[in-house]
């Protein structure tokens, strides 16, 4: 028989429980590279710490390639390896926390929906980043053109995304007369929370009035704030992963050993004591997930758009440049925390320099290419909503200008030394013709300003705004991305 991470000699731990114990009260609708390095280990570590049967189902909603990972998962009893590298050793954990996993290809639509409906389930989360979410980001609504909605629309009983299977199954429930479930968000995205109530209820309206009126009475959704750095698995990563455990795990991780989880204590039909593994639940989580954005995610993007184009493959690689290491700082410190409001208690200079270290990890495989994916949906909160405020208070804002203008020479589609860049993106396209019709000319500048579901309607009349980002950018044309940092 083939070895497998449960048959064979491993050298971590594994639970000291199986499946059996744990009883399918969260649905996860994502489970990605983050999902099993953030929650699903916060939930493992509260089954370490008390008699809890809090336990996953784990959906996996697209392609084929989703479809492999909840197979890989089902073939190791629903246990899989992370892998905490720090700057000096790796730790290793086998997770425990998955009770079962589904995929409409292999199960079936209805059952998933089924699933989700089923009295156990108290939870329905989901990491479905910024384009999950089916919503227009210049107005925060549902877009009804969206092409995976508008097939909801048209079947809203075969849905394809996960609004409309989680409108599909909170319809049952209703139907049913059961309770509700809690909508958990746990990404990247500003107020996430009310970002998928705003798309439930946006479906759900369109649907059916009457179920849209119950969901708005009945369900909650909890905003959160999830920080660990996570890089997608690579084959890499996979194998040395291998070799220190002593056997295969192609659905294992790798993540730095921080992590933070902030959550607004606001669940209808109960919750697992994630506080008792270190998470924090508040009232109001918008100041931290504020300073995340801003602070981490926003350097994090401007360091992925400027590394990528000064030649550097990975964030580490990037802090290896004094340049880079200290335009990172000085962006968190003198453009993105004056924007904050926090707490007292809070110490944002504390804040930025563990974010330094962490971003400086050589064990942390973080590629530029991958932070800079979709950044058309990452840019508002992450550098240009500072901008606004900055305008507003007559600041100077350069390094999140020269962050713009290399996101702007990023989507061109072609590197410094002229080669092609991947560019990831749902307006990749667009980018594509603009930059073709100009080329690498500051001319692309004032027509990218001018797609409003990312700059709005506002900051493309700020001429100070309009101009700062054509002098970066051209910048970046004459001197390059190295030169460019340097000489702020």
């Given at each position: ?127 479905v ?5 089916c ?10 053109e ?36 809690t909508v ?214 350069r390094h ?23 560019v ?28 409003e ?36």
């Amino acid at each position: 028989m083939e070895k497998n991470l449960v048959t064979a000699d491993i050298t971590a731990t594994r639970p000291d429980w199986t499946t059996d114990r744990l009883t399918t009260r969260i649905v996860h609708l994502g489970c990605g590279a983050f999902h099993r390095a953030h929650q699903a280990l916060y939930t493992h570590h509260v089954l370490e710490k008390t008699d809890s049967d809090w336990g996953y189902c784990e959906v996996n909603l697209m392609s084929a390639q989703d479809a492999a990972l909840i197979e890989g998962l089902k073939a190791q009893s629903m246990l899989y390896t992370v892998a905490e590298k720090g700057v000096d050793k790796t730790e290793l954990k086998i997770i425990g926390s998955m009770k079962e996993a589904m995929h409409p290809l292999i199960d079936g639509i209805d059952a998933v929906i089924e699933k989700m409906a089923s009295p156990d389930v108290s939870i329905v989360s989901l990491t479905v980043t910024e384009k999950g979410y089916c919503t227009d980001p210049a107005t925060g609504q549902l877009d009804p053109e969206n092409a995976l909605i508008k097939q909801d629309l048209a079947t809203p009983e075969t849905p394809r995304s996960a609004i409309g299977y989680i409108t599909a199954a909170l319809k049952r429930r209703r139907e049913r007369g059961l309770p509700p479930f809690t909508v958990l968000s746990c990404d990247n995205v500003r107020e996430n929370g009310h970002v998928a109530r705003e798309a439930v209820l946006g479906l759900a309206r369109l649907q059916d009035p009457a179920l849209a009126a119950w969901i708005e009475a009945n369900v909650t959704f909890p905003c959160t704030m999830v920080d660990r750095i996570v890089p997608a698995a690579t084959p890499e990563t996979l194998a040395e992963i291998a070799q220190l455990l002593g056997t295969e795990d192609n659905c294992a991780i790798a993540c730095e050993p921080f992590r933070q989880w902030v959550i607004e204590d606001n669940f209808v039909n109960g919750r697992p004591e994630w506080d008792c593994a270190g998470a924090q639940f508040v009232q109001d989580v918008v100041p931290f997930e504020l300073m995340k954005l801003r602070m981490l995610n926003g350097s994090h993007s401007f360091l992925a758009y400027l590394g990528y184009l000064g030649g550097y493959a990975h964030i580490s690689d990037t802090m290896t440049n004094p340049d880079y290491r200290k335009a990172a700082c000085a962006l968190m410190l003198d453009e993105q925390a004056p924007t904050l409001t926090m707490p007292e208690e809070t110490d944002l200079v504390a804040y930025a320099d563990n974010l330094i270290d962490r971003f400086t990890n050589p064990s942390l495989k973080h590629q530029t290419w991958q932070i800079a994916m979709d950044g058309s949906q990452k840019l508002p909160q992450r550098l240009l909503d500072p901008v606004a405020r900055h305008i507003a208070d007559g600041s100077d804002y350069r390094h999140l200008a020269l962050g713009v203008a290399g996101w702007m020479r990023y989507v061109s589609g072609t590197d410094e030394q002229g080669n092609k860049i991947d560019v990831r993106d749902p307006l990749a396209e667009t980018f594509a013709a603009i930059c073709a019709k100009h080329g690498l000319s500051v001319a692309v500048v004032d027509e990218l300003l001018a797609i409003e579901s990312i700059f709005g309607n506002d900051l493309p009349k700020q001429q100070g705004f309009v101009d700062a980002v054509k002098r970066a950018y051209q910048q970046l044309l004459d001197v390059g991305a190295r030169q460019a940092v340097a000489a702020l």
